[in-house]
């Protein structure tokens, strides 16, 4: 199964790490960018059902130190879609508006 990221994962997942990068060490970095890679992994297995369901078509999974939901979607039997990563520590109104 392949992944992609949307243009809006990508930006997210820089920030997270930028953030980090200011906020953090290098040790919480190297945690969250090998979570992320394993729930990829987890995907390209075809485990999407393993994470919790966000709504009718969209899942999730939580990584780096359990603040940061990854969420993604299954585009047809092939291919996964990465949406968005987001810090469960903002506005959660933030997080509708993003995944509209």
């Known amino acids: 199964m392949r992944i992609i990221f949307s243009e809006i ?51 999730s999974a939580l990584i780096g130190k359990k603040h940061v939901r990854m969420f993604f979607r299954k585009e047809n039997d092939d291919l996964i879609k990465v949406l968005l990563f987001f810090d469960m520590r903002q506005d959660p109104q933030k997080l509708l508006d993003l995944l509209s």
Do not use: C, M, P
């Open 9 to 59: 994962a990508s930006r997210s997942y820089e920030d997270i790490i930028e953030f980090l990068s200011r906020n953090w060490t290098e040790k919480e970095i190297s945690l969250f960018i090998d979570e992320a890679e394993k729930v990829a992994g987890k995907l390209k297995k075809g485990k999407f059902n393993l994470y919790q369901k966000y709504s009718h078509d969209v899942r």
